[in-house]
Nanobody, 123 residues
Framework: QVQLVESGGGLVQAGGSLRLSCAASGPTFSRYKMGWFRQAPGKEREFVAAIYWSGGSTYYADSVKSRFTISRDNAKNTVYLQMNSLKPDDTAVYYC????????????????WGQGTQVTVSS
């Protein structure tokens, strides 16, 4: 069992940066792939980024590639999402997720979810 708590969301102007953190409880954090998803009002939840359990491989949605960076610190049981050059279209609730297996892009591939943190980008 893994419990996830996101933090770091807030209000930022377009072009600004935020870093989201996701703190995990449980001794098996390092065994899981970790992902970030987001859901904007009236839209379905969508994949943002994911990272292999060791941190050796990362995956990104085309919409955030080159602007967002996912990383993890297994010693701290924490995964991060550095978001640069933010756009109003990035406004959403951002969710951290943990799971097993080789599918990184769909939310069904993740068994554990945080409560989400709001990111609002003003124009």
């Amino acid at each position: 069992q893994v419990q996830l708590v996101e933090s770091g969301g807030g209000l930022v102007q377009a072009g600004g940066s935020l870093r989201l953190s996701c703190a995990a409880s449980g001794p098996t954090f390092s065994r899981y792939k970790m992902g970030w998803f987001r859901q904007a009002p009236g839209k379905e939840r969508e994949f943002v980024a994911a990272i292999y359990w060791s941190g050796g491989s990362t995956y990104y949605a085309d919409s955030v590639k080159s602007r967002f960076t996912i990383s993890r610190d297994n010693a701290k049981n924490t995964v991060y999402l550095q978001m640069n050059s933010l756009k109003p279209d990035d406004t959403a609730v951002y969710y951290c997720a943990a799971g097993s297996g080789s599918n990184y892009y769909t939310d069904r591939a993740y068994a554990y979810w945080g409560q989400g943190t709001q990111v609002t980008v003003s124009s």
